[in-house]
């Protein structure tokens, strides 16, 4: 069967001495790489070197019994086999990973930095020196590794020219959809990128496992890098932005209560001046208005404690507020203000933003207003809302269990009301769709 015929192994099959026969029941190796489709093991002999058969245009039928694939079409084949393969691998990939950001920063409770820097500056550094060593590692041809020992029509040369090649176009695919991960990006969610990268590295050693190529870890370890440093960068960026706009409130809310506070300096020292007045017109005549002395000594009062206040940035009003049509039951929010009137603050956070007002159960003033806040957002932090954002004041709580810590850092309470009055809400759910009803 094999007189007047050579063996021709496939790629990657060891070369056999010349003139080799296959002895009874031989089998090729099963680690051996499958042969392509359509590859003839035996072809006639034609000189010491085995022939291919006759060339076929890539774009024939490999099918074709008239038209037997040679090495080369062979080899084009495998190429654009591997290329749809690295495509739907990389496909699938994408679709088996989970891409709910809520998900990942609920599995995590809070972001945590790969790369903890100072500021966004700081990322925007790093990233350039990450970027450097890429391309360090890109010029001296060590991003992606390949065999050195890969024959293609027997020629070491040519083996080593298909494999650069190729490791060419596996780097190509690996750095788009390292691109595309960096680009998708959004602050809270860089495992889902890694795990992408990670099986688009996966797909490339699996498909060119015949060359033993893979993308080394050197250039892995800094894609990752890249990606880590991508995500911390954004969310810095997304902190800063949130300081900033909360630093610009807080500026405007410290003018507001500074405007408010010389206002009612200004009124407070008319109305004396009138108090006075009056009293010293009494007194010419030899008069005495107890009540006219009364005010006035309240109006002194007032006065001080109005200075006091302008004077000590500290002081304010502590609230415990909440609005169960919004938020639903068992959800107090914690603030501080420091306005005249703190009941003016509550209306603003009872704005068109909600679809009902705030209930009070506490307004509580203290000199050290600030600290009183912050002790009591310590204690229920466990318990907040929003585990990723500390500025936002919402906690998991009864009003009751905030009295009751409350009391325990001040000692008593004049006035806190347990129970909600909710009477727009309650009003509203009688006209509710049925669905809506199941909000308590």
């Not at 750095?175 to 990670?198: F, W």
């Not at 509580?364 to 500025?391: G, I, K, M, W, Y």
Request: net charge negative; hydrophobic share 35%.
């Amino acid at each position: 069967m094999t007189k007047g015929r050579t063996f021709n192994p496939p790629p990657g099959w060891p070369k056999p001495p010349k003139g080799w026969t296959p002895p009874k029941d031989w089998k090729p190796d099963p680690n051996w790489p499958a042969k392509p489709e359509g590859w003839e093991l035996w072809i006639s002999d034609a000189g010491d070197t085995p022939q291919a058969a006759p060339a076929v245009e890539v774009d024939s039928d490999p099918t074709d019994p008239e038209a037997p694939p040679n090495e080369l079409f062979a080899l084009k084949a495998e190429v654009a086999m591997l290329r749809a393969q690295l495509a739907d691998s990389s496909t699938a990939a994408a679709e088996t990973i989970s891409l709910n950001d809520q998900k990942i920063l609920q599995d995590i409770g809070i972001y945590r930095y790969h790369h903890p820097l100072e500021n966004a500056a700081g990322y925007r550094a790093e990233l350039e020196r990450i970027e450097v060593e890429i391309t360090k590692v890109v010029r001296e041809q060590k991003a992606i590794e390949v065999s050195s020992i890969f024959t293609f029509e027997n020629s070491l040369a040519a083996g080593r020219k298909l494999s650069n090649d190729l490791g060419k176009l596996m780097l190509r695919a690996y750095n788009a959809e390292c691109d595309s991960c960096i680009r998708s990006l959004r602050t809270g969610n860089p495992g889902v990128a890694k795990k992408r990268l990670e099986a688009s590295r996966k797909a490339i050693a699996k498909l060119g496992k015949i060359m033993e190529m893979q993308i080394s870890a050197r250039y892995h370890d800094l894609r990752i890098q890249e990606i880590e440093l991508t995500a911390d960068w954004l969310m810095k960026k997304q902190e800063e932005k949130e300081a900033e706009k909360e630093n610009r409130a807080r500026i405007r809310e410290e003018k507001r209560i500074e405007k408010e506070f010389a206002e009612e300096r200004e009124r407070l020292a008319k109305e004396k001046h009138h108090l006075e007045n009056a009293i010293e017109a009494l007194r010419e005549k030899g008069e005495r208005n107890p009540d006219l002395e009364a005010n006035l000594l309240a109006l002194e009062d007032a006065i001080k404690q109005n200075e006091f206040r302008l004077a000590n940035i500290r002081s304010g009003y502590v609230y415990v507020i909440s609005n169960q049509g919004a938020f639903g039951a068992n959800v107090v929010k914690i603030g501080l203000t420091r306005r005249l009137e703190p009941n003016d603050r509550i209306s603003e956070l009872s704005g068109a933003s909600v679809p009902f007002r705030f209930d009070v159960h506490a307004l509580f003033f203290s000199e050290d207003a600030v600290s009183l806040e912050n002790e009591l957002h310590t204690h229920f932090r466990e318990r907040a809302l929003n585990a990723v954002n500390a500025r936002k004041e919402f906690f998991f709580a009864t009003p009751a269990e905030v009295r009751d810590v409350l009391m325990d850092k001040v000692g008593s309470l004049l006035e806190f009301s347990e129970v909600g009055e909710s009477l727009e809400y309650h009003q509203s759910r009688k006209y509710w769709p049925h669905r809506s009803g199941e909000l308590n």
